[in-house]
């Protein structure tokens, strides 16, 4: 899962790099003033060093692709770094990060972390941090924050990088809530079917098997009858939506995703993530 990041492969985490370069070349730079425009760093805020470079970073790599908050940040390189290693190792070993984040709470830029804090010391705020204390690094500046910055809140959950559940947005365009709910109300749903929708909507990730549905809803240990129904359910609301569904490699629809996006886990049964926009009207 190397090149994976919030539920993105590379290969779609390169679709805006190119959106980027295309934008470059045509000359049309407004879709890219954000980047342009900021001069300091969205996680450590340092302005940077004369002729420093910064680089971005993307939470969101879904079209249609956005090059400024909250999709996309303008980041300095140690911030960037730290930001994607900071999950626990194979090993389940945690990283630095939280202390990372401590150091940056405290006002400090990214690239003073390892200039100021020995890595003894660091070790040190680390075990004490494992311990379930709280640590107080030394206050470098004035920096007002409420805790709910986005750098403060990411998910340690090294599934996030290959579910789809981490992403911002799915992958594909859905339609927006009003038209959701505008065709749910002319469809007539049973009561089966609200109650899937319901459940589904208020599971952890909006995220399910179909043998979770099927006993949360059906009281049955087999995935068979919630399946057929939620097949059907998803086939009628995509045809009333008018929305184009994702297919098979044999050009087959795939009807559901009209409710979700679906994702193979490594050693649990396929997964069914409710997209938000649907999942906003039953959570
Ligand atoms: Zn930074």
Not at 26 to 50: H, M, N, Q
Not at 125 to 144: C, D, H, M
Not at 160 to 172: E, G, K, M, V
């Amino acid at each position: 899962m190397g090149n994976f990041y919030n539920g993105y492969s590379w290969q779609q985490r390169e679709g805006i790099l190119r959106e980027e370069k295309r934008l470059r070349k045509t000359g049309d730079l407004e879709p890219l003033s954000y980047l342009v425009d900021k001069k300091s760093c969205e996680v450590c805020d340092d302005p940077g060093r004369a002729g420093q470079a910064f680089q971005w970073h993307s939470e969101d790599y879904s079209p249609p692709y956005s090059f400024r908050p909250p999709e996309t940040f303008i980041i300095c390189a140690v911030c960037h770094s730290r930001l994607h290693k900071r999950f626990p190792d194979a090993s389940g070993k945690p990283s630095d990060w939280p202390l990372f984040v401590a150091h940056l709470k405290s006002g400090g830029y990214g690239r003073e972390f390892t200039e100021l804090y020995s890595l003894e010391e660091r070790k040190a705020w680390l075990a004490q941090i494992k311990a379930g204390r709280t640590v107080s690094l030394p206050s470098l500046r004035e920096r007002p924050l409420t805790g709910k910055e986005w750098w403060q809140t990411l998910t340690l959950d090294p599934e996030s990088l290959i579910a789809p559940w981490a992403r911002p947005r799915p992958w594909l365009p859905r339609p927006p809530p009003q038209d959701y709910r505008a065709e749910l109300d002319q469809l007539q749903l049973t009561d089966d079917e609200i109650a899937l929708l319901r459940c589904h909507a208020g599971l952890e990730h909006r995220c399910a098997t179909m043998r979770q549905l099927a006993e949360c809803v059906l009281s049955s240990k087999s995935p068979s009858h919630a399946n057929l129904i939620y097949g059907k359910l998803a086939h009628r609301l995509a045809a009333a939506l008018g929305w184009e569904p994702e297919r098979r490699a044999d050009g087959s629809p795939i009807w559901r995703t009209v409710i979700a996006e679906g994702w193979q886990p490594v050693g649990r049964e396929f997964e069914w993530v409710m997209v938000p926009s649907l999942a906003a009207i039953y959570a």
